[in-house]
């Protein structure tokens, strides 16, 4: 069974840094796309940055490009997020979620780089919250 667990939200101050972790258990990273969404209220939900579990290839919302960035530590089967320069308009849940495995370079390139509101994500964790505050 996949299982997500987020942990490292919080409040921090306009121009401060957090960094999100993402434990999975029930598989592994390769032919996996791993991505970090997000939703405030009243908001949609969006994609911020996702990652390739074959190779590391990154996808990152133009809103966050430069700011934060995703990476993944295969050995612990964990994604992390490090946030900086943090705004308030950054305030959301922030969600990880998987989709695999993949049967072709292609289908993971898809997940991964096409994926704006989750669409393709078919697996969850329970969310963080991150405040921003100005």
């Known amino acids: 069974e996949v299982q997500l667990v987020e942990s490292g939200g919080g409040l921090v101050q306009g121009g401060g840094s957090l960094r999100l972790s993402c434990a999975a258990s029930?598989?592994?990273?390769?032919?996996?796309?791993i991505g970090w969404f997000r939703q405030a209220p009243g908001k949609e939900r969006e994609g911020v940055a996702c990652i390739s579990g074959s190779d590391g290839s990154t996808y990152y919302a133009d809103s966050v490009k430069g700011r934060f960035t995703i990476s993944s530590d295969n050995a612990k089967n964990t994604v992390y997020l490090e946030m900086n320069s943090l705004k308030p308009e950054d305030t959301a849940v922030y969600y990880c979620?998987?989709?695999?495995?993949?049967?072709?370079?292609?289908?993971?390139?898809?997940?991964?780089?096409?994926?704006?509101?989750?669409?393709?994500?078919?697996?969850w964790g329970q969310g963080t919250q991150v405040t921003v505050s100005s």
């Open positions: 979620a998987a989709r695999g495995p993949a049967r072709s370079r292609l289908q993971l390139k898809i997940w991964v780089f096409s994926s704006s509101k989750g669409e393709y994500y078919n697996n």
């Open positions: 029930g598989f592994t990273f390769a032919n996996y796309a």
